[in-house]
């Protein structure tokens, strides 16, 4: 079984790598790639679950053009989103935020998979603990009377 130092090794590589990965670049994206990345995150109006980066609707084309303009005008990523959220309601945001209810459909999945690994690792550690149990004489007459034979035979 892995000792427990190996255990927080990895545990501190993932760490580390969420960390990592989560910190934004150092140098701002340009106008066409933060235009990408929000048209990106919003759901087109008219199409059945497409971006508005994806859907080539004319009503998709407007909203990127209108997504660009607030870019060149100054606007942060938050205000857009913002802006389009109180035109359209929450429905248009393709990733719910991380209140509120919305922040269950992120909690949840995680929790989830915490649990299921913890039950996984118990029930391993119990049965590499206890190892297989064999079967007593009296179960194994049990079975043979019910079966009408001997087993194994």
């Known amino acids: ?10 545990i501190a590589v993932v760490v580390l790598a969420l960390v990592l990965g989560s910190q934004s670049p150092s140098e701002p994206p340009s106008p066409d790639a933060r235009t990408a990345r929000l048209a990106a995150d919003l759901r087109c109006p008219v199409c059945q679950g497409l971006s508005v980066k994806d859907s080539d609707s004319p009503t998709a084309r407007d909203l990127r053009n209108d997504i660009r303009r607030r870019v060149e005008e100054g606007e942060s990523d938050a205000m857009i989103r913002q802006a389009y959220v109180e035109r359209f309601g929450e429905w248009i945001l393709l990733r719910p935020g991380a209140y509120g209810l919305g922040a ?35 179960d194994r007459q ?4 019910q079966l009408g034979h001997p087993l194994g035979g």
């Open 104 to 138: 269950l459909v992120w909690a949840l999945p995680a929790a989830a998979a915490v649990l299921a690994t913890s039950g996984l690792a118990l029930a391993f550690w119990g049965w590499r603990r206890h190892g297989l149990e064999t079967a007593s004489a009296e």
């Open 142 to 145: 049990l079975v043979e009377g």
């Open 1 to 10: 079984m892995a000792k427990p130092a190996s255990w927080i090794a990895v």
